[in-house]
């Protein structure tokens, strides 16, 4: 497994401001990901982050709203733009270990939009 | 319909019963299954990865695939209050999509 961490672990923001998450891994990684886990549900994949590419992003969500950095194999940043009250959640990055087909998620970073 | 479907609970059963967790899924492309647990207020935790139909154990954890029915579960042997969580399902296609697909988790209380 990986050691994973977030920051920050949680925030209260004002609409309309944004707010950068960063996601750290104690190892180097390719594939890295962002979710976003609402109020009562379950988890949905905003986008994956390779490092030295664009990411890609799912469907409903785009680069504009939630930009994404992957500078190199161990960190990754997601940005929630001009934040409203839909956008509080829990944020969440992972990553997936070598030949492994799956992911192993960080703490999450809990948002709270007023 | 939802690709991957599971029971929400909440689920409350007393210490040391057997605990079924169980998802149903519509995509028979989906070939690789996981469960995740999950405490309030923290990340998903791998509990259970398995590719094959058949059982998979690892301690009081069985994970159980039925690639036939499209039906998954998760067994909890004496089960225990440190138990008590949400457990999620998850899946991802064979083809090169690393997408996981998850279920929308089952809340359990193992009570003392």
């Known amino acids: 497994s990986a050691v994973i961490s977030q920051k920050p672990s949680r925030d209260i923001c004002q609409r309309g401001t944004s707010l950068t998450i960063q996601c750290q891994v104690d190892?180097?990684?390719?594939?890295m990901f962002w979710y976003r886990q609402q109020p009562g549900q379950s988890l949905t994949l905003i986008a994956t982050?390779?490092?030295?590419?664009?990411?890609?992003?799912e469907s409903g969500f785009v680069i504009d709203k939630f930009p994404i950095s992957r500078p190199n194999l161990t960190f990754s940043t997601l940005t929630v733009s001009n934040m409203s009250p839909e956008d509080s959640s829990i944020y969440l990055c992972?990553?997936?270990?070598?030949?492994?087909?799956?992911?192993?998620f960080g703490p999450g970073t809990r948002l709270l939009v007023l | 319909q939802k690709e991957v479907e599971q029971d929400p609970g909440p689920l409350s059963v007393p210490e040391g019963a057997i605990v079924s967790l169980n998802c149903t899924y519509s995509?028979?492309?989906?070939?690789?299954f996981m469960w995740y647990r999950q405490y309030s207020r923290k990340g998903p935790e791998l509990l259970m990865y398995?590719?094959?139909?058949g059982n998979k154990e690892d301690g009081r954890f069985t994970a159980q695939v039925d690639k036939s029915s499209k039906y998954i579960s998760l067994f909890i042997r004496d089960s225990q209050p440190s138990d008590s969580a949400t457990y999620l399902c998850?899946?991802?296609?064979?083809?090169?999509?690393?997408?996981?697909?998850f279920g929308s988790g089952t809340r359990l209380l193992v009570r003392p």
């Open positions: 992972s990553v997936e270990l070598g030949s492994q087909e799956t992911q192993y």
């Open positions: 190892s180097q990684v390719t594939m």
């Open positions: 982050a390779n490092q030295g590419s664009e990411a890609t992003y």
């Open positions: 995509n028979s492309a989906f070939q690789y």
């Open positions: 398995t590719y094959s139909s």
């Open positions: 998850a899946m991802r296609r064979v083809d090169s999509s690393y997408k996981l697909i």
